[in-house]
Nanobody, 120 residues
Framework: QVQLVESGGGLVQPGGSLNLSCAVSGSIFSIYAMGWYRQAPGKQRELVRAIGSGGSTDYADSVKGRFTISRDNAKNTVYLHMNSLKPEDTAVYYC??????????????WGQGTQVTVSS
């Protein structure tokens, strides 16, 4: 059974950095799309950064120049690198991966979420 396991959240001071990880647990064929979303208290879940199957990128204007996505194909892990963090970045962060399964089906999975708190 495939699951996404997130890690790396925590408390950081304004201006600091954090790296979130999203590892695929279970056997898959490949990852064809990846993205990170966040949800702050009382707000709707919003896109942070994403890379689609064709390589197209999408991101929230509020994180432009500060957040980047990377992947390690050998580890089936996707990362969100966050720099120059601001208090308004405080939220629960969720990874969202489009996966090709061993049976060659395309399935979208969500991680369990990890809390990021930016505060002095």
């Amino acid at each position: 059974q495939v699951q996404l396991v997130e890690s790396g959240g925590g408390l950081v001071q304004p201006g600091g950095s954090l790296n979130l990880s999203c590892a695929v647990s279970g056997s898959i064929f490949s990852i064809y799309a990846m993205g990170w979303y966040r949800q702050a208290p009382g707000k709707q879940r919003e896109l942070v950064r994403a890379i689609g199957s064709g390589g197209s990128t999408d991101y929230a204007d509020s994180v432009k120049g500060r957040f980047t996505i990377s992947r390690d194909n050998a580890k089936n892990t996707v990362y969100l690198h966050m720099n120059s963090l601001k208090p308004e970045d405080t939220a629960v962060y969720y990874c969202n991966l489009g996966v090709v399964t061993i049976s060659r089906q395309r399935v979208v999975y969500w991680g369990q979420g990890t809390q990021v708190t930016v505060s002095s």
